[in-house]
């Protein structure tokens, strides 16, 4: 529950202005609002990142995949390619997939599995949730379980032709949920490991990448720095390429630096490569990844301007996959974006760093772990807290604005100085929301080194201020899983405030996951520190969510009592919004009751409130039970008018399971005026967004009565 409820973001229209006499009696309103029904219809999802530039050879493979893509044409297909880092596997699989793109004309779909990255891999129920969601598949809809998840995404991409491209997985079980199993699709997926049960149990058809041939390597050469200086010292070129392990990576990195020195002889700069290796054998070992292109990579740093150099190492102690330019602007501690684009920009040139698409960038994983070796190597321990601070309290303080934009009600903690951090002003709730979408895997791997790092504080914090934004968009498991976490980190610190407004979230995880003791339990504790610390907001939404519990264990006269508390707590703190949610509650409970006149008149009271508050969707959310009193007290017409309001609110913000109750009202209020078409409209416009949640018995109980109005 959001602020003790669902989600409210702060967009105020005229809709429900006015007092609580008008909002009640409001006469006809004139027009109509359309509410059109969900469009089923799949779109067209085209994930793929852009292809790496230069990309040469490999003319074996590529026609390889054509053969398995023509031969499995109609009965699906899946292709695993398999070989150690650096070797190329997603500049391959990249290169190919846009060049078949249009054989898929239903879209394509993609996700880095992140099996050997900086933070945590995504699990398959985490892929499985970004690819429904990419199939508009509604956030209230996506399933709870894994095999669920799967089910639907099997069922979802049947009799279409699509490509799915899994990058970077670490293992098997991983996959196997998100293989599409359809007949006009085809899997392709990169992984160090061999992936044996693919190739066993699916009949994946298994491509082993190896380095390349010295003739490909000499050819890489060619294509950046050109066929006269190649050609004109073949044998330097063949040693160049065997100085870089022939791996397309590190020839790469190295011919874009020797195209910046074009009077550099290729002999002089096997010299240069072969000391540079001999200067760092100490290092190498047999488990060591970086042996075979440490020296590559070490030749091209070095020739790098001290402060290019200086943005390298600190580039690679980002939490996540990748990141944008404003998060390296954290990292570096600079102040002007088009400066930390210009560099960020010219690593890319230099084949340092990768541009996944336009203002996103990400490091090689070898060259993530050569960044932390020179890390070590020339940056004090100090200084690297220091670079994880910025970065951890841009992600901290960003999630905040943009809660601000979205929640301004929520429960405001107080965060970490800002410095010269370059925090975002969000200037409408939408844009916040894309930003979190964006950026939601980044606050879990920040949230992650804060616990590995010891930053306990932004630890605790990041969860409360991030909370509404994992509700909203329904990431159940997260949510639950970020406040467990909070709350051990408050708990380290000694920190009873951070502990308390983890425990609280729990509360309301524990109210929707149909754990009521555990819920109560989390609710009285919050209760105690907030009564004791004076903190009514939290002491208040606690009572709010524990009179919530009782009265869904039909504990009448306590749910009572907790809605007074809440209710005298909101009043005494000055908070508006948990006023009007404590009124909301009492007048729900009142109509439980049969007293209708008091329940109309509490909701009436606090839609008046949100509207004070400029809280339009609480105001809407409020009309919902105003309205069901009013129908009861034979006022239907303006229930009729007040819900229509309400639809087009819960519309615009895109509320659809609020959207659905509200429509399935309508249509209860039509049929008791003798409307039967209209109300079978109304029926069946919810029953199609249920259907679309995958609660199709609620669904079919509407269509059910739709056809016995007919």
């Known amino acids: 529950m959001i602020s003790g409820d669902s989600a409210q973001m702060q967009s105020f229209s005229n809709d429900f202005a006015g007092d609580a006499e008008s909002v009640v009696q409001i006469g006809a309103m004139h027009g109509h609002i359309n509410l ?9 999802p085209r994930q793929l990142p852009l292809p790496v530039a230069g990309f040469v050879n490999r003319v074996e493979i590529v026609a390889a995949l054509d053969r398995l893509l023509a031969t499995e044409s109609g009965t699906g297909g899946v292709s695993a390619i398999a070989g150690p880092p650096g070797v190329g596997k997603t500049a391959l699989v990249m290169h190919w997939a846009h060049r078949v793109r249009d054989r898929f004309p239903d879209g394509d779909l993609y996700v880095d599995l992140g099996g050997y990255g900086p933070s945590a891999p995504l699990s398959a129920d985490q892929a499985l949730d970004s690819f429904l969601r990419a199939l508009d598949i509604p956030k209230e809809g996506i399933p709870a379980t894994l095999a669920e998840r799967a089910s639907l995404f099997r069922s979802l991409v049947t009799g279409r032709r699509m490509l799915v491209v899994l990058d970077n997985a670490a293992d098997t079980a991983t996959v196997r949920p998100l293989l599409p199993a359809s007949r006009g699709c085809f899997a392709l997926i990169t992984s160090r490991s061999s992936l044996a049960g693919l190739v066993t149990r699916e009949g994946a058809a298994r491509v082993t990448l190896d380095v ?7 050819e890489l050469l060619v294509q950046v720095i050109g066929d006269a200086r190649v050609a004109a010292e073949p044998d330097a070129a063949l040693r160049v390429a065997e100085l870089c392990g022939h791996l397309p990576l590190a020839l790469r990195v190295v011919a874009e630096r020797a195209v910046d020195r074009p009077r550099l002889a290729l002999a002089d700069l096997v010299a240069e490569l072969e000391e540079e290796q001999h200067r760092l054998d100490s290092l190498a070992s047999g488990e060591d990844e970086l042996s075979d292109v440490r020296a590559a990579f ?7 301007s001290a402060e290019m150099q200086h943005a390298f190492r600190l580039l690679g102690l980002h939490p996540g996959r990748e990141f944008g330019v404003e998060a390296a602007m954290a990292l570096l501690d600079y102040v002007e974006p088009r400066v930390t684009q210009r560099l960020l920009e010219t690593l890319c040139a230099t084949h340092l760093l990768h541009e996944v698409s336009r203002g996103r960038y990400r490091l090689h994983d070898l060259l993530r772990t050569y960044a932390k070796e020179r890390l070590r190597e020339e940056v004090s321990a100090k200084g690297q807290t220091l670079a994880v601070r910025r970065v951890l309290s841009w992600y901290l303080l960003t999630t905040d604005s943009g809660r601000k934009a979205i929640l301004p009600h929520s429960h405001e903690v107080p965060l970490v100085p800002a410095g010269q951090l370059q925090i975002p002003a969000f200037n409408d ?13 980044n606050i879990l791997a920040a949230l992650d080194q804060a616990l590995d790092t010891g930053q306990y504080d932004i630890a605790w914090k990041l969860p409360v201020v991030a909370d509404g934004f994992f509700e909203l968009h329904s990431y159940w498991t997260e949510w639950e899983a ?7 980190a408050a708990r380290i610190l000694g920190d009873r405030l951070g502990e308390a407004s983890n425990v609280f979230a729990l509360g309301d995880a524990d109210w929707r996951g149909g754990r009521p003791e555990s819920g109560m339990a989390n609710y009285e504790s919050v209760i105690a520190y907030g009564q004791e610390a004076g903190d009514a907001w939290l002491t208040g939404f606690s009572f709010r969510g524990l009179g919530l519990i009782h009265e869904q264990l039909g504990n009448r006269e306590e749910a009572y009592t907790c809605f007074r508390s809440a209710l005298e707590v909101f009043r005494s703190g000055g908070l508006r919004r948990g006023e009007g949610m404590a009124l909301l509650s009492l007048g729900e409970h009142a109509a439980l009751l049969g007293d209708f006149q008091k329940a109309a008149s509490l909701g009436a009271e606090a839609v008046e409130v949100f509207v004070e508050a400029h809280d339009e969707w609480s105001a809407a959310w409020g009309t919902r039970p105003l309205a069901r009193a009013l129908m009861e007290l034979g006022r239907s017409a303006e229930a009729q008018v007040l819900l229509e309001r309400a639809g087009a609110t819960f519309e615009r913000f895109k509320d659809r399971r609020s959207l ?3 429509l399935a009202m309508m249509g209860d209020i039509h049929q008791g005026e003798g409307d039967s078409s209209a109300a079978r409209h109304r029926w069946c416009e919810a029953a199609e967004l249920y259907e679309a949640f995958g609660e199709d018995s609620l ?12």
């Not at 390349?212 to 000499?218: E, F, K, M, Q, T």
């Not at 070490?298 to 790098?304: E, G, I, K, M, N």
């Open 298 to 304: 070490s030749w091209s740093y070095r020739a790098l």
């Open 212 to 218: 390349l041939s010295p003739s490909d390597a000499v």
């Open 699 to 710: 669904g079919g109980e509407l269509r059910a009565k739709a056809a016995e109005a007919e």
């Open 660 to 662: 659905a109750m509200t």
């Open 429 to 441: 709730a939408e844009k916040a929301m894309v930003w979190f979408e964006v950026e939601h895997l």
């Open 482 to 488: 970020i406040h467990r976490a909070g709350a051990e």
């Open 36 to 44: 059109p029904s969900p469009n089923r219809s799949l779109p067209l």
